[in-house]
C-alpha cells in the first residue's frame, strides 16, 4: 500500500469533498502509469499525461469525448500557481491546457474546492461551464462511528465476488479486458463498441491486486463478469468507484455486495473514510449502508464538440426534472445540422446566463 498519510482525524464535511477529488487524481495518476504515454506523437498507448509548464497535471483521450479520463488533476489552480510563484502566468497555463484539448479533440474537466474562488473565475474566464452536480452526489463513511456491522450479504449460488490480482492470476489481462466492456455497457456510453475497445485497452494494462493503490474487484456469473468496482487508496482516504452492474443482472444484491466487499477492504485496510460520488440509482443503497451527503466540488468543464452542449442541458433538465424538454432535446438531435449548431450556440447562451 502506497498512501503513508491516512486521515484519522476528525475533519469538517465540508473539506471531504476535496479529499475526494484529490483522490480521484491519485486514480487517474495511476491509470496514467500504464495507460498513457507523455508525447503528442505516441500514440502506442490510449490516453496522454501533461505536465503543463511542469506545473499543472492533465491528462487526455485523444479522440474520445465520452471518456472519464480527460481531466485536470488539480483543484485549486491558482492556489499552486501562487505557491511556484507563476500566479502570473495563469491565463497562459490555462491556454496551455486548452490547446491540448483542442489537439486531442476531446473536453476538459476540472473539479474545484468549494473555496478556491479565484480558480472558479479563472476557468470562467477562459469559457469552462459548471456542470450541474446533485446536492447528495458525494457521499462518505466514518467507519470510527459506523453503526452497522460490516459483513457480506447472502447472494446467489452462481454469484461470486472476488478482487482481481494481476500477480497471482493468469486470467488476470482478460477479466480487466472484460471488465472495460462491462463498464461500457452499464454506464451506457454512447458509440458501444468503440468505447468498450478504448476501455479495455486501458483497464488491461492497469496492475491491480491486493498490494496496489487501486484494487478491483469483480461479480461473475459462469466466469462470465456481471459487475465491478474499483477502491482506490490515496491522499489519506480511500474512495469507491465505477460500481456497476449489467442491467440483465441488477436486482440481484450486485452493486450492494460489491460496495459491501469495497468498505470491508477499506475498514480493514486501516481508513477512516470512504468516498464516493453515486449515481441517482445508487444513492439509496448507499445510504442504507451507511453514507452521508458532502457538499459537492464545483465541477467545471470546457466544451470541444456541439455533441457536448446537448448533454450539458441534458443534464441540467435532468437535474430539474424537465421529462418533455429532454425528449424535444433528443428529437432535435436528430435534426440538420444546421439546425444542430443554431441550437447549440442558443444553448451556449442559456447556459452561460444560467451561471453568471
Known sequence: MCDKTKLTEDIETTDLSYYFCNN???????????????????????????KVENIINCIYSP?????????????????????????????????????????????????????ALDTFRLLRRHGFLELPVESDAYQYVDFYHLERELKQ???????????????????????????????????????????????SDVWSRVTVGPTTPIRMFAATI????????????????????????????????????????????????????????????????YRKLGFKAIHPCKLMI????????FKILEMILDAIGIVRLQNLMK??????????LIFAVIISIIIARMLM
Open 24 to 50: 480521484q487524481s491519485g486514480f487517474y495518476n495511476y491509470i496514467a502509469q500504464y495507460a498513457a504515454s507523455s508525447s503528442v506523437e505516441d500514440d502506442s498507448k490510449p490516453l496522454r499525461v501533461h
Open 222 to 285: 459462469d466466469s462470465r463478469i456481471v459487475g465491478g468496482c474499483h477502491v482506490s487508496f490515496s491522499n489519506g482516504v480511500a474512495c469507491l468507484f465505477n460500481v456497476v452492474t449489467l442491467k440483465a443482472y441488477r436486482g440481484k444484491g450486485i452493486g450492494k455486495a460489491l460496495s459491501l466487499q469495497a468498505m470491508i477492504c477499506a475498514k480493514e485496510a486501516g481508513y477512516r473514510y470512504m468516498i464516493l460520488q453515486g449515481s441517482e440509482m445508487g444513492l439509496q443503497v
Open 63 to 115: 479522440n474520445k469525448p465520452w471518456s472519464f479520463y480527460n481531466a485536470v488533476l488539480d483543484t485549486n489552480i491558482c492556489q499552486i500557481l501562487q505557491e511556484s510563484h507563476h500566479e502570473h502566468d495563469a491565463d497562459r497555463i490555462i491556454q496551455q491546457i486548452l490547446s491540448f484539448a483542442s489537439q486531442y479533440r476531446c473536453p476538459i474537466r476540472c473539479p474545484v474546492k468549494l473555496t
Open 153 to 199: 450479504i447472502d447472494l446467489s449460488s452462481e454469484i461470486t465476488i472476488s478482487e482481481l490480482d494481476d500477480a497471482t492470476q493468469n486470467d488476470c489481462f482478460e477479466k480487466k479486458s472484460e471488465w472495460g466492456r462491462v463498464l461500457c455497457e452499464s454506464f451506457g456510453v454512447p458509440n458501444l463498441k468503440i468505447y468498450q475497445l478504448f476501455y
Open 331 to 340: 428529437s432535435i438531435k436528430k435534426s440538420s445540422k444546421f439546425i444542430l
Open 302 to 309: 470546457k466544451l470541444s464538440t456541439v455533441a457536448w452542449y
